[in-house]
């Protein structure tokens, strides 16, 4: 038996270690470890709600404004404050245009070079490659021409030997099954993707000064005003236009580019369709409202369990079953580590006893991550695009189970082969292309609420601290791009007195519980086979197939931390 | 101007690279840089060397926000820059390699490009409890940010957790988070401050660095002066509003729809030093106070903490006057018009005397204009 660690895995968000057993070529056993931690608990105690937004999104600039979104939402539940409907819609483009452009970047940045050969790409011929491209999207760049060129830049980089970000792949892997062709596609959409990500996330900077980290956002709406007569308004008839101008672009790139680019991938890589199933137990929250924020039936994906890959039935979600573990986490609760905590009086007290730097292995049988074990109902859940469109599919959402359908179809599968690697991938496309087509609808009824003199974005009711009651207590939810995201505040004499987060990551990442039960991660590495020790491609798959990000995952803000002196190096 | 050189020709055309385009860019930098243009032949040269230079981009207790941002980088496109303008081996987000291959590509760098390559760094590194708050292949950030910054040509700090441990390090600094010149200190750094960094800043330091194999002039908190050496009130396009004392006073009131100045809703902008107006952000697409809200002055040593409660009213926040001195905030905020030499002034501060000879670095003027 060998043991594989993997450390740093690249491609991801933060710091993430895996470490696996191999026997008889296949993964017997999996750990996952967060190796980095902050401490944006003990930060946010005794500071004032209404800014908390603007720390809590610190806790991610790659999922940046998730954080944002999350803490609004809580503390407008704690002070019962409504928003307009301007910033509903505000909101959902925000969080819609970091959703598509987040996922694009996923498949093409951070997962496309675990089944792309980089190196593969010169042997092509461009003219086949040019043949492919046009036989499976409408895309304007597909001449033999165009990828001679990105052929040729490609080559310019090998023939220097400075391989730049590319000189630690694993090339000419045995894993890697595509034709050369497809590889020099991949890699030309790959630098079409990096072109785009950047043009298009301009919308951010329209409706939030910037990204990453946006700054619009504001408890009881957005500071983005309304005036259809006024040049200098955030959001006038000029801006909307520019807005439309976006979105459509993105749609189109999702079109063109992602949605094509999977279909013409995944069936050359089938085996991962039974591949990295994981726990089959799903958790969405579920967003993205079409009228009444509070109403999960005006939902784009809706709210619901799926438990044992079973698509037949779907439960409520009851937030008091939620509990976090810290049994293999580098925390201790004070009333011992054998039982989760709900997120309402959980706590947050580092306590790392894992081995001294510099170190090889983990203690995993002790403590081993910094990243705490969510559990539902006692429960292990996967969460992320793969629980959003299984719950849909599930839930019966009419554009899901089309859109589900439609990719089975060209797929030639059964649903079952949702719960794999290549599932995750196909769920994220799918859903990406959803909220591509979205976008459009929320400009428009921007606009069509500005034409009719509908402007207001902000609801100052509340907005005056000597408004609010003595203590309050509030939940804000989202579904970020990687899952269900749940803050938790409690506000007492104006100020933040507990804040708490539960985060995709965590769900997926976390370790083990108190019961020996695996996080998805861990689950899913299972029965994996890997060729070669040594460049563990296999590994990187299923994980990157989660997008991981582990900054958001170490575990984040309680603000009843323990208050300590911080030691200091001379 | 440029006297026309066969082999920069041919070297363009193997990257795909128009002289024009490489031209374009150049000045670009220059101008972001304020440097003068007939500096555009020197930098044009440097950035097609045959050789490119090696950067590390190190990433420890952060949000991969400055990493993101850097992907957001239009002038030069991020592709460009990675591919065409240095090699970049070592990027934890972005890179091919992970585990043993990722980390043999960071070792490589530092014995084999010693004191030649320059490093990057992104997030705070903790120093309390052995450094164990932050590991990566199982060495802590403080002790691979001693050895990679230790044996770099230059170390840049990107962000406000690299620059003075940020976020990370707010009060009570669970984990002794610290900036990176203060937890490996004695290297040749420069901080490129913000929340996150403006990669058209870094970009330029980087050209900078190619260009005259050295860092630009900093302040006394080792910021570069052309981007830090200005407050953001003075370069703010709803100055003209401050001074005519036209306010918002409530969000999402005439003042505010009509874009009037938030500095009565707690904007920091008076006391923050950073090209954020000018630079904007996304392609110069806008920044914060365009799209309606206050700066928060990410940008100035320790905001967090200094800068915050973020919706308070200057001056009633205890960072008052750490970026910005009294005098220079200028009278503006008592109410009495804020002398128009500053402005002035500021940019003969940030403009560079002309050397008679390139390729000297640039040194700071005395206010003559090249």
Redesign the interface.
Known sequence: MARIVVDPVSRIEGHLRIEANLEGGKLTDAWSSGTMFRGIEMILQGRDPREAWIWAQRICGVCTMVHAIASVRAVEDALQIEVPDNARIVRNIIAGAQMVQDHVIHFYHLHALDWVDVAAALKADPAKTSQIAQSISDCDKSSAKYFKGVQQRVKGVVDSGQLSLFASGYWGHPAYVLPPEVNLLAVAHYLEALAWQKDFIRIHAVLGGKNPHPQSFLVGGMSTAMDPNEPAAVINPERITFLRELVRGAKKFVDDYYIPDVLAIAPLYKDWFARGEGLGNFLSYGDYSSGDQSDPKSFLFPRGIVMGRDISKIFPVDPSKITESVAHSWYEYTNGDGKGLHPSHGETKPKYVGPKAPYDHLDVDAKYSWLKAPRYDGKAMEVGPLARMVVGYAAGKKEIVDSVNGALKALNAPPAVLFSTLGRIAARALECQLMANQLEGWVNELDSNQAHGKTAIFNPVKWDPASWPASAAGRGWHEAPRGALGHWVEIENKAIKNYQAVVPTTWNAGPRDEGGQRGAYEAALLNTPVADPNRPVEILRTIHSFDPCIACAVHVIDAQGREYTVPRVA | MLAPETDLGKALE???ITRRQLVKFCSVMLGTLALPERYLAQTVAAVTKA??P?LVWL???????????M????NP???DV??DL????????????????????LERVVKEEKGKYLVVVEG?I???????????????A??IAREVCGNAAATIAVGACAFDGG??R?????????GAHE?VPGIKIINMAG??HNPANTAAVLVHYLTFNDLPDVDQYNRPLFAYGRIIHDQCEKRAHFDAGRFVT???DEG????WCLYKMGCKGPEANFNCPVV????H?????????GC?ACASPRF?DHM????ERLPNVPGFGVDVSAGEIGLGLTGAALAGVTVHGLIQLIKPAAPENPPVAPTPGTGKEN
């Open positions: 193997a990257r795909g050789k490119k090696v990433q420890f207790q952060d949000c991969t926000g400055c990493s993101e941002s992907l957001r980088s239009s496109a991020v592709a990675v591919l240095l090699s970049w081996e070592y990027h934890e987000v972005i890179m091919a390699g992970s585990g043993d291959a990722a980390n043999k590509a705070a903790p120093t309390a409890d052995d450094g164990m708050y932050c590991t990566i292949g199982g060495r802590t403080l002790d976020f990370v707010s009060q009570p600094n669970p984990t002794g988070a610290l937890a929340c996150p409530e969000w999402g505010h729809r009509k874009g904007q952000w996304n392609d697409t806008s920044w914060p106070v365009r799209a309606g809200h928060i967090w915050s409660p973020f919706y």
